[in-house]
């Protein structure tokens, strides 16, 4: 495998309080513990105070979910449990019998590898899972800084490389999805690279440097394709056409996607009222679009709290799986970028 050449590497466990403190005074960043870096690649715009504010932000944000792991991870399992007990088994009937007959437990994957065997037998799909909302590994990946360059390859995040065992740990499935072809690459597996037809990816954060031709869609003010941030600092950047739906799922290409760094202070009422245009729309869309369009109370309430945390729902699966049913882009897309049918379980398994 080839390895990094440069890299930039933050590790939020080993920085301590006096660490931080120091960080936002003084600029010899290769000298700080919780920094590992090739001296000759650490740049000066780094050093500056306004990256320094950025890694900074970035470290104490991933240190309270840390810490806050274990308590975000209860929470989920016990909200996905108690939602889902019931259909998951066929009912409280179901569930009796379940426990009669002491049947295994199944869990949930981060991959799943499927293949059609009744349309297209030569047809093999790679998904990756996305962001886990109760996941803070999840998201401390999401707003990690860290970056490694490989050959042949580019500048690629480090958190993402994690993800796929390279060298660590971590989860994000957008990112894994184009990170996946780099391992290909990587490994110099030409034959599948040749027969591979596409990636897919829905809310996909930022990479670094890394040009793969692929179908990025992007719904409304989705935070996580906004991450890690698009400054002349950090340079992380999105490749190729941005596929933008908004909350009439109208969709549109653009070159980034609007607002591209979430944290803007003249998109505050925009984003305000289009989360209120969204909580109307969660009680009209089964009269608008049909009964099987229908939300639930959980997503009404996440509604709720994107008016005061706008773009909260919008990485959520029902709205990508609404853009690849309702999203209606301009004739005039490329086929090599546009929805069509036959790619729509494809898609659909892209998050």
């Known amino acids: 495998m080839v390895q990094p050449e440069n890299y930039f590497v933050l590790d939020p466990r080993e920085a301590t309080v006096m660490d931080l403190m120091r960080l936002l005074l003084y600029s010899d960043l290769e000298n700080r513990k919780f920094v590992d870096t090739s001296v000759e690649n650490l740049e000066n715009?780094?050093?500056?105070?306004?990256?320094?504010?950025?890694?900074?932000?970035?470290?104490?944000?991933?240190?309270?979910?840390?810490?806050?792991?274990?308590?975000?991870?209860?929470?989920?399992?016990?909200?996905?449990?108690?939602?889902?007990?019931?259909?998951?088994?066929?009912?409280f009937f179901k569930i009796f019998l379940n426990l009669v007959r002491d049947f295994d437990q199944t869990r949930s994957t981060e991959v799943i590898v499927?293949?059609?065997t009744k349309e297209n037998s030569n047809l093999i799909i790679v998904s990756f899972r996305g962001t886990d909302p109760f996941n803070a590994d999840?998201?401390?990946?999401?707003?990690?800084?860290?970056?490694?360059?490989?050959?042949?390859?580019?500048?690629?995040?480090?958190?993402?490389m994690k993800a796929l065992g390279l060298p660590k740990e971590g989860c994000l499935g957008g990112a894994l999805a184009i990170l996946f072809t780099a391992v290909?690459?990587?490994?110099?597996?030409?034959?599948?690279?040749?027969?591979?037809e596409g990636v897919y990816t829905f809310g996909q954060p930022?990479?670094?440097?890394?040009?793969?031709?692929?179908?990025?869609?992007?719904?409304?003010?989705?935070?996580?394709?906004?991450?890690?941030?698009?400054?002349?600092?950090?340079?992380?950047?999105?490749?190729?056409?941005?596929?933008?739906?908004?909350?009439?799922?109208?969709?549109?290409?653009?070159?980034?996607?609007?607002?591209?760094n979430y944290f803007n202070i003249f998109w505050v009422i925009p984003k305000i009222l289009n989360a209120v245009w969204e909580l109307i729309r969660s009680f009209i869309i089964s009269c608008?679009?049909?009964?099987?369009?229908?939300?639930?109370?959980?997503?009404?309430?996440?509604?709720?709290?994107?008016?005061?945390?706008?773009?909260?729902?919008?990485?959520?699966?029902n709205e990508y799986v609404n853009v690849a049913l309702l999203g209606n882009f301009p004739p005039h897309v490329p086929d090599s970028q546009n929805l069509h049918a036959d790619d729509l379980n494809v898609s659909l398994l892209r998050n």
């Not at 290909?184 to 591979?196: P, Q, Y």
């Not at 040009?211 to 698009?230: A, G, H, S, T, W």
């Not at 939300?295 to 959520?316: K, M, N, Q």
């Open 114 to 116: 499927i293949r059609d």
């Open 206 to 260: 930022r990479l670094k440097e890394f040009d793969v031709k692929y179908k990025r869609y992007v719904y409304c003010n989705d935070m996580v394709p906004r991450l890690p941030f698009d400054d002349k600092t950090l340079m992380f950047k999105h490749f190729g056409d941005c596929l933008y739906c908004n909350s009439f799922y109208k969709g549109k290409v653009e070159e980034e996607e609007p607002n591209k």
């Open 184 to 196: 290909l690459m990587m490994h110099d597996e030409k034959k599948m690279l040749e027969r591979l």
């Open 288 to 317: 608008w679009q049909g009964k099987e369009y229908r939300e639930g109370w959980l997503l009404t309430c996440f509604r709720l709290v994107a008016l005061l945390i706008p773009g909260l729902p919008a990485h959520f699966p």
């Open 45 to 91: 715009r780094l050093c500056e105070i306004g990256g320094r504010w950025i890694i900074f932000v970035s470290i104490v944000v991933q240190k309270l979910l840390i810490i806050l792991r274990k308590p975000l991870s209860f929470l989920g399992f016990a909200l996905g449990f108690w939602l889902n007990l019931p259909s998951s088994n066929g009912g």
């Open 138 to 160: 999840d998201w401390c990946t999401d707003l990690d800084l860290s970056w490694h360059d490989v050959m042949n390859v580019g500048k690629i995040h480090g958190g993402f």
